[in-house]
T-cell receptor
Framework: GQSLEQPSEVTAVEGAIVQINCTYQTSGFYGLSWYQQHDGGAPTFLSYNALDGLEETGRFSSFLSRSDSYGYLLLQELQMKDSASYFCAVRDPGGGNKLTFGTGTQLKVEL | DTEVTQTPKHLVMGMTNKKSLKCEQHMGHRAMYWYKQKAKKPPELMFVYSYEKLSINESVPSRFSPECPNSSLLNLHLHALQPEDSALYLC????????????FGPGTRLTVT
């Protein structure tokens, strides 16, 4: 089975940098995705790491270490609109297009 | 068009009612999904349709019945639901193989009374 753990809540101030961690236990691995979900909204795809290292997309970066079964999402120059829930996710190695989501981290950005 | 639409936005139904949730996408995606999400929890996969055929059923109770009339449409038929089925029901789609990137609709907020 698949298991992904995240901190339940992170608080940071506007303009700061915050890191949201994800540790996973999987029976196989096809890469780590990150999704953002605002309250009452739809999850939105942010990034994907198939290989070790850092992927940068604007203010957001995502990192993966397959040897440590660990990844993180880095948000820079935090804005109030970044307050949302963030989920890491892995694809099931059994195929069939199944995604398993992490426990989720609620990010609160304060003034 | 990179949008997945869902109707209705909100639904209140009694335990004896029959209702349907609808989902539509026009991105040419060949995989479509139903998820259930409770407050403060991650989305939980219910069903996957791949090329209009049911490929995954995550042991969902039979009171939930999915249907994929064509490659753009996905329905979820509801019958004899329980109050614990109250949740946000999300539809998503993706290109057939690369399911790490899924496009989600805004969801239907379902309340069972």
């Amino acid at each position: 089975g698949q298991s992904l753990e995240q901190p339940s809540e992170v608080t940071a101030v506007e303009g700061a940098i915050v890191q949201i961690n994800c540790t996973y236990q999987t029976s196989g691995f096809y890469g780590l995705s990150w999704y953002q979900q605002h309250d009452g909204g739809a999850p939105t795809f942010l990034s994907y790491n198939a290989l070790d290292g850092l992927e940068e997309t604007g203010r957001f970066s995502s990192f993966l270490s397959r040897s440590d079964s660990y990844g993180y999402l880095l948000l820079q120059e935090l804005q109030m609109k970044d307050s949302a829930s963030y989920f890491c996710a892995v694809r099931d190695p059994g195929g069939g297009n199944k995604l398993t989501f992490g426990t989720g981290t609620q990010l609160k950005v304060e003034l | 068009d990179t949008e997945v639409t869902q109707t209705p936005k909100h639904l209140v139904m009694g335990m004896t009612n029959k209702k349907s949730l609808k989902c539509e996408q026009h991105m040419g995606h060949r995989a479509m999904y139903w998820y259930k999400q409770k407050a403060k929890k991650p989305p939980e996969l219910m069903f996957v349709y791949s090329y209009e055929k049911l490929s995954i059923n995550e042991s969902v109770p039979s009171r939930f019945s999915p249907e994929c009339p064509n490659s753009s449409l996905l329905n979820l038929h509801l019958h004899a639901l329980q109050p614990e089925d109250s949740a946000l029901y999300l539809c998503a789609s993706s290109q057939g193989g690369a399911s790490y990137e899924q496009y989600f609709g805004p969801g239907t907020r379902l309340t069972v009374t």
